[in-house]
Structure formats: C-alpha cells, structure tokens
C-alpha cells in the first residue's frame, strides 16, 4: 500500500522536471521567448551554480520526502475508502492550511537576518524562471516541505488520494509560479496572474505577494501588489 504512495508521488515528481524542463525550453525559445515577464540584460549567478543548487536539492527534497513519510504516514494520510466529496475538501483544506501558514513564513523569512542567510539566496534570482522554483538555501526547502507536511498531519490522516493531490498542486504551482511566462491561450489565465503576481515578489514588489498558491491572505493582511 505504502508503495503504492511512493510510485504515484515517483509519477508526479517526473511530471514535475518534465513541467520544468518545458517551461524552461519556452522562456528561452524564440515561439514563446516572447511572452517572458522580464527579460535580463544579464545573469548574475553562472548556469553551474544553479544547476548544482537545483540538484542538490531536488536530492535533499526527495530524501527528506521519504524520510517523513517513512516515519509519519500515519498521520498523513490512510487508505480508507472516502467519497470524492470528501477528498475534495481534504485538499482544499490542506491547501489553504498551508498557504496561511506558507504566507506568514515567507513573510518572516524577510526579516533582514532570515533574508540575509537563507531566503536571500532565493531572491538573489531577480528574473526567476521554473527552473529557479527550487533555486533555493537548503534551510528553506526542508522548511518549505516541513509546512506542507505539518499542514496535512494537523487536518490528518487525510485520504491517500487527498495526499498525492495537494502533494502534485504544491510541486506544480511552484514551478509554474516561476514560469516568468504570460501565455497567450485563456486556459493559462490562472497561472499567468500566480506566475505575474510572484515575479513581481522578485521584482519592484519584495515585500508584497508572500502567498504561493492563492492572492487571498496576501489581499487579507494588506500585501496584495
Ligand atoms: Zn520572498
Ligand atoms: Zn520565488
């Protein structure tokens, strides 16, 4: 059963560097290079460095992923038999769940001394593209990963279908936030506000648009930008 968990959240992550991957061909292709946000004169951090960042914590997620799981499934999630009705309000729940307590992390994540020694380095990318979703110190990816699982046992065990789900919304939405892409198609319309609200976190707005996956506590508490 437990295995069952580890193939769909395998499927998932592929999908996700897949998702990566394509993002990072358009921004930089001449079809759809035309549709970047912002576009640099230069970059300050060398290609290397990001790619060893990216790989490195892609490793240190995916351990820590199994490590939590391992030790706290029970609490996460279960294999009982539930109603769709019932899984859909396990993600919407979870998802909310996390992104006020995503908002008020990132927000004391710029505070000057967390800025300068872990969040900084995030911010250090001024024209994020998807790539640069997991561009981050390792501090605030075990953080980051640590609040979605605390978000889930706090309302758990939730369904083991509620769990990929809100597991394939947070790796998806991080990625497509960063996409530094405003796509044409009305079926985009959703993610070009998510990825034009966070590119303005990176830009002229830093101490604006802390939530990740919804404007609504950033509109709440006054930094909607
Ligand atoms: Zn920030
Ligand atoms: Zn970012």
């Not at 509620?162 to 991080?174: D, G, K, L, Q």
Request: with cysteine; net charge positive; hydrophobic share 50%.
């Amino acid at each position: 059963m437990l295995l069952d968990v580890y193939k769909i959240l395998g499927v998932i992550l592929v999908f996700a560097g897949l998702l990566m991957g394509l993002l990072m061909w358009a921004v930089n292709s001449k079809a759809y290079g035309k549709y970047r946000i912002r576009t640099p004169k230069t970059y300050r951090i060398p290609q290397s460095r990001k790619v060893i960042n990216v790989v490195l914590n892609s490793t240190l997620s995916l351990v820590f992923l199994f490590a939590i799981i391992q030790t706290f499934h029970g609490s996460l999630f279960h294999f009982g038999e539930v109603k769709g009705v019932t899984i859909f309000g396990e993600v919407i729940a979870a998802l909310l769940l996390y992104d006020f307590c995503y908002y008020f992390m990132h927000r004391g994540m710029h505070h000057p001394k967390a800025m300068k020694f872990v969040h900084g380095v995030h911010h250090y990318v001024r024209f994020p593209t998807s790539m640069e979703s997991i561009y981050l110190h390792p501090v605030e990816n075990l953080a980051g990963l640590g609040l979605l699982m605390g978000s889930i046992a706090v309302l758990g065990p939730i369904s083991m279908e509620a769990f990929c789900i809100v597991f394939f919304i947070h790796s998806t939405f991080n990625i497509l936030v960063h996409s530094n892409l405003m796509l044409p198609h009305p079926a985009f319309k959703f993610f070009n506000f998510l990825a034009l609200k966070h590119d303005l976190h990176h830009g002229k707005h830093l101490n604006k648009n802390y939530a990740s996956l919804t404007p609504f506590w950033d509109l709440l508490f006054g930094t909607y930008a």
